[in-house]
């Protein structure tokens, strides 16, 4: 029993060590190329180096860390293809979401989208830090899907929409965040009309400023990218 007590709490602290990790990659706070120290990691978390190495492991699989031996953990360079591909499949994915959503909206799911951009709305004027603003941008994004009647198919973008997310981060400031909310606004009036036509246009044209700008994330942080 101690030893499945122990398993446990080393697959908890493994599982915390990854988020956080995870998101320090995301937010840049370790940048790509950066070396990653498990001894470091260790010390901060309060943790041993097993969880550590574990979360390194899973980060590898995902793509954020290289791992080589005699030299070390790396934070992976942004590939360029990689966002890419991401964001095409996010696309492909959210625009047939955004259609059913739709063909499906009710009252209370309108008024919660609602609800969800004047949150919105809310954070801005009272400024606050941007991390709100993502989250809420999240959070309707998958209301999105869970009024499509496929919130698994949340999961799938929400895993591909990390390496997205990294460039989010680079690119992502308050000048931005009004023309969030107005694209949001367009998205959340034509899914609670039911119009169908108009929700997929919308939901393009929010989609389409991580596309356009890719090109000069490669020429304002090379350093950066493979």
Same mark, same amino acid.
């Given at each position: 029993? =101690?030893?499945?007590?122990?398993?446990?709490?080393?697959?908890?602290?493994?599982?915390?060590?990854?988020? @956080?990790?995870?998101?320090?990659?995301? =937010?840049? +706070? $370790?940048?790509?190329? %950066?070396?990653?120290?498990?001894?470091? $990691?260790?010390?901060?978390?309060?943790?041993?180096?097993?969880?550590?190495?574990? !979360?390194?492991?899973?980060?590898?699989?995902?793509?954020?860390?290289?791992?080589?031996?005699?030299?070390?953990?790396?934070? =992976?360079?942004?590939? &360029? @293809? *990689?966002?890419?591909?991401?964001?095409? =499949?996010? /696309?492909? $994915? %959210?625009?047939? $979401? +955004?259609?059913? !959503?739709?063909?499906?909206? /009710?009252?209370?799911?309108?008024? @919660?989208?609602?609800?969800?951009?004047?949150?919105?709305?809310?954070?801005?004027?009272?400024?606050?830090? &941007?991390?709100?603003?993502?989250?809420?941008?999240?959070? &309707?994004?998958?209301?999105? !899907?869970?009024?499509?009647?496929?919130? /698994?198919?949340?999961?799938?973008?929400?895993?591909?929409?990390?390496?997205?997310?990294?460039?989010?981060?680079?690119? &992502?400031?308050?000048?931005?965040?009004?023309?969030?909310?107005?694209?949001?606004?367009?998205?959340?009036?034509?899914?609670?009309?039911?119009? *169908?036509?108009?929700?997929?246009?919308?939901?393009?044209?929010?989609?389409?400023?991580?596309?356009?700008?890719?090109?000069?994330?490669?020429? %304002?942080?090379?350093?950066?990218? /493979?």
């Amino acid at each position: 029993m =101690t030893g499945m007590m122990n398993r446990s709490r080393e697959r908890s602290s493994s599982d915390h060590a990854y988020i @956080e990790i995870r998101d320090k990659i995301i =937010t840049t +706070v $370790l940048k790509p190329g %950066e070396r990653i120290s498990e001894k470091a $990691l260790s010390e901060e978390f309060g943790i041993s180096r097993t969880p550590i190495r574990e !979360a390194l492991m899973r980060l590898r699989y995902d793509g954020f860390v290289d791992i080589f031996a005699q030299r070390g953990t790396y934070v =992976t360079p942004i590939h &360029l @293809e *990689v966002v890419r591909a991401a964001h095409y =499949t996010r /696309s492909v $994915l %959210e625009c047939a $979401l +955004v259609r059913d !959503a739709a063909a499906h909206c /009710s009252e209370n799911d309108a008024r @919660e989208l609602q609800e969800n951009l004047e949150q919105q709305r809310l954070v801005y004027r009272q400024k606050s830090q &941007l991390y709100r603003i993502e989250e809420l941008d999240e959070a &309707l994004h998958q209301k999105i !899907a869970d009024i499509a009647g496929r919130p /698994s198919v949340w999961q799938v973008i929400y895993h591909v929409q990390l390496h997205i997310n990294r460039v989010r981060t680079l690119f &992502l400031n308050t000048a931005r965040v009004p023309a969030i909310i107005e694209e949001h606004e367009r998205i959340i009036g034509a899914v609670s009309r039911h119009d *169908v036509a108009a929700a997929e246009a919308a939901m393009q044209a929010h989609l389409e400023y991580m596309e356009n700008n890719i090109e000069r994330l490669a020429n %304002e942080y090379s350093e950066y990218l /493979s």
